[in-house]
């Protein structure tokens, strides 16, 4: 079975910057289109960016395009997000995603398009 596990989390002061890892196991098929979600205490998840088009576009929600980034390491099958300039607005728990599809720019921000998630990582920007 698939799985997907994320990880560099942790507590940072506004401004500060982490990278978040998701790594990949089991399964045979390529993942060919690769997101992060986040999900704040008391509000539903929110798309935060996408990896598609087997890695050649990416897409970014407004309230992180500029400070975020993602890209992708195939031959580790591992997939990251740079969160530069962090605002306490940034606090929430982050969750990785995967699809073997190659989705369509209107269809990446959609979380129940992604076959496969990770089991998330907390991410506290202190003002």
């Known amino acids: 079975q698939v799985q997907l596990a994320e990880s560099g989390g942790g507590l940072v002061q506004a401004g500060g910057s982490l990278r978040l890892s998701c790594a990949v196991t089991?399964?045979?098929?390529?993942?060919?289109?690769w997101a992060w979600f986040r999900q704040a205490p008391g509000k539903e998840r929110e798309f935060v960016a996408a990896d598609f088009r087997s890695g050649s576009s990416s897409h970014y929600a407004d309230s992180v395009k500029g400070r975020f980034t993602i890209s992708r390491d195939n031959a580790k099958m591992t997939v990251y997000l740079q969160m530069n300039s962090l605002k306490p607005e940034d606090t929430a728990i982050y969750y990785c995603a995967a699809d073997n599809s190659r989705l369509i720019l209107s269809s990446v921000r959609v979380a129940e398009r992604y076959a496969y998630w990770g089991q998330g990582t907390q991410v506290t920007v202190s003002s």
């Open positions: 089991g399964g045979t098929g390529g993942r060919r289109t």
